[in-house]
């Protein structure tokens, strides 16, 4: 492929349309992850509170949104304002939870189907931190950790509001708490908000920018195909390994550990000998 | 009756006008059911704990204001600018908790008391209710969902911040989520808000708006009346089973284990004949 | 030390500039007291989730402006946007949770600094008690109750955000609700509120402004320093004592239990007549 047609490919992924196709396919995984959540009583729950699955599912679809919009002291209920998008994500949880005989739900556990949604959904999250990032950077242009805050919550949104989605299903799991141990998902969202901040507000970063956007789709639909095929789950991990050995006390701990151990071999040396 | 003379009260129940007599009916409310949410070991605990009781007396009474200025980007404190009206519901919470030999919380749990103030307290509500729908929809002109949102919060604050003032007196019960089990408050608040919405937005409802309004003071009145004196708690169970069996599953689920059934009834037949 | 120069130091600690020594001092006790809240753990937990313990950190740091902001309607992210300051938190977190051997803890926790930090510290709270009311009092120059909650938030937000802050580390202690047993700093940010509230907008206090500023910062380090150096934690306690005794039910509690006892006793003899 010539290095043209991949930048006019990159531009047109930049201005992609993402209603309402990929809004269903990101509807769809949604409602999906909240009844896999529910676990094997996901069926008899459904049935008894339907109230309670709609609203978790409709937080899941919303989370990002939700979430950047309570941080930066704007209405957590605006994501829900465009009606059509609310009335799709509502189709999708219908669909996932109440078709008879599961149909919706087998036909979106396929994986062929879900290997699609998973796709698009990528895409998707790709522009959600894209547009917090730009969205944070307006209203605070030297904010770099807001910027950075932002953009990852966008990207997974659902993650950091796991506890009180569970919450509203009258379940309550504090050490389930996404800070604790960060999902791949959680971590691929830093690294792209890093990279857009750097791209939006340093000259580090010389590619140009829909180049840049595409280069951050390609990675986040990699990994993701890399989860769903291979089973590679977090390949953060080595990385982290080392940052932590070199950084957060890793090599200075065995260190002291080493000389503890020697002292404490001298000293009993010494008790030996005085004996 | 005649109509005329009807749409004459109506009207002069959509301006009665709630400060002070509805604020203090309403808060006198609001710090009983804190008391008794308490259960027995509501004196030993208001005297120990004098600020976490109060504190959660004013969330209770201002939950509608609060969790919908939340919800819309609007300062959670706001509810409290209104002085006298703090004063109110700080001497309401005196005189339920602190009153000698119990004078107050008796007096208030008083049955013809209770009535007065519940009745009055429903037409709260239903101003509440209005007020709610009226402020999203100026907010957000086609938002139907964060209209009828909006206005069920309103209606019924107090149940959905639960948990927190829960936890303010330090007792936590991921379990009493109000969407688990939504109140009858909570339904009727959502009826309530439909209905407004409707009539504001649409041409379905053709009655001149204060016979609406009015309506709706009667339905809430006439239901509160008939749970505190004929133990009529949810008259909504009916449609609520009707609904859940057509739309939630009901059927299909019955429908599937009868084929289920027959299927293994059939294979049970086909195995004795190959025995 | 005549009046004069007296005031003239007073007129200095109200320009006294905060950026960066106090921030320093602030942030450092910060991280230690969340470094202790971990208690034996701390180590182990540090290494293993260092994003759990920079986002507690950052949270006890920025808890004041973090919750006030929440509860003004105004962005929760916003005391994240100085950069150099969220720089100043980091580093303090990273010398007291990760430097070689522990160095940083120690130094910390090395008495004449921490009483050094402490003070600095003291004198910061009085700046945030003063500016959280006087912020207040621009947003709602009538709402007396709403300017010392911010106040008192500002003064100790740390303490209430303490269940978030354990949250964030997975941990979940309902019971440790800031008010159910209020802090001494949190009982005397609620002083300094109200003082500041009078000084404001009554003709209550007639003293110069500087000088009542100044008399809360002597106030604060001073019971600071005999918390610290002679272990006296609470001084407000006689006067709790008196205040429940009168007003929250002590004496009438104490009355209707004698009442109920003599009622008792002659039931008895009557009794005991009778038979």
Same mark, same amino acid.
């Given at each position: 492929?010539d290095?043209?047609s991949?930048?006019?490919i990159?531009n047109?992924?930049?201005?992609l349309k993402?209603f309402?196709?990929f809004d269903?396919?990101?509807?769809?995984?949604?409602a999906?992850?909240v009844k896999?959540?529910?676990?094997?009583g996901?069926h008899?729950?459904?049935r008894k509170?339907?109230?309670?699955?709609?609203?978790?599912t409709?937080l899941?679809v919303?989370?990002?949104g939700?979430?950047t919009?309570?941080?930066l002291?704007?209405p957590?209920?605006?994501?829900? !304002?465009?009606? /059509?998008?609310?009335?799709?994500a509502?189709l999708?949880?219908? #669909?996932?939870?109440?078709?008879?005989?599961?149909? @919706?739900?087998?036909f979106? !556990?396929?994986? /062929?189907?879900?290997i699609i949604?998973s796709?698009?959904?990528? #895409?998707y999250?790709a522009?959600?931190?894209?547009? @917090?990032?730009?969205?944070a950077g307006?209203?605070y242009?030297t904010a770099?950790i807001?910027?950075?805050?932002?953009g990852t919550?966008?990207g997974?949104?659902a993650g950091?509001t796991?506890l009180?989605?569970?919450?509203?299903r009258?379940c309550w799991?504090?050490?389930a708490?996404e800070f604790l141990?960060?999902?791949?998902y959680?971590?691929?969202s830093?690294?792209?908000?890093i990279?857009?901040?750097l791209d939006?507000k340093?000259d580090l970063?010389?590619?140009?920018?829909?180049l840049v956007?595409?280069?951050?789709?390609i990675?986040?639909?990699?990994f993701?195909?890399?989860s769903?095929l291979?089973g590679?789950?977090?390949?953060?991990?080595?990385f982290?390994?080392?940052?932590c050995?070199?950084f957060?006390?890793?090599?200075?701990?065995s260190?002291?550990k080493?000389?503890?151990?020697n002292?404490a071999?001298?000293?009993?040396k010494?008790?030996?000998?005085?004996n």
């Amino acid at each position: 492929m010539d290095p043209e047609s991949f930048l006019d490919i990159a531009n047109q992924v930049v201005k992609l349309k993402m209603f309402p196709y990929f809004d269903v396919a990101h509807s769809l995984l949604c409602a999906l992850s909240v009844k896999e959540d529910l676990g094997s009583g996901a069926h008899q729950f459904s049935r008894k509170h339907p109230l309670s699955t709609w609203l978790s599912t409709m937080l899941v679809v919303f989370a990002g949104g939700m979430v950047t919009n309570g941080l930066l002291g704007e209405p957590i209920l605006a994501p829900l !304002k465009d009606t /059509p998008q609310v009335i799709v994500a509502t189709l999708c949880w219908y #669909i996932v939870f109440y078709t008879p005989f599961d149909i @919706g739900y087998k036909f979106a !556990k396929f994986l /062929p189907i879900k290997i699609i949604a998973s796709v698009m959904k990528e #895409i998707y999250r790709a522009k959600k931190i894209h547009d @917090g990032v730009v969205h944070a950077g307006k209203l605070y242009p030297t904010a770099y950790i807001i910027m950075i805050t932002i953009g990852t919550l966008k990207g997974n949104g659902a993650g950091f509001t796991k506890l009180f989605e569970r919450l509203m299903r009258g379940c309550w799991t504090p050490s389930a708490m996404e800070f604790l141990q960060p999902t791949f998902y959680t971590k691929a969202s830093l690294v792209a908000s890093i990279i857009f901040v750097l791209d939006k507000k340093s000259d580090l970063i010389s590619a140009p920018h829909s180049l840049v956007y595409f280069g951050i789709v390609i990675f986040l639909v990699y990994f993701k195909l890399s989860s769903l095929l291979l089973g590679i789950h977090d390949p953060f991990v080595p990385f982290e390994n080392l940052i932590c050995a070199l950084f957060f006390g890793g090599i200075w701990d065995s260190l002291s550990k080493i000389i503890n151990h020697n002292q404490a071999k001298e000293e009993a040396k010494e008790v030996k000998k005085t004996n």
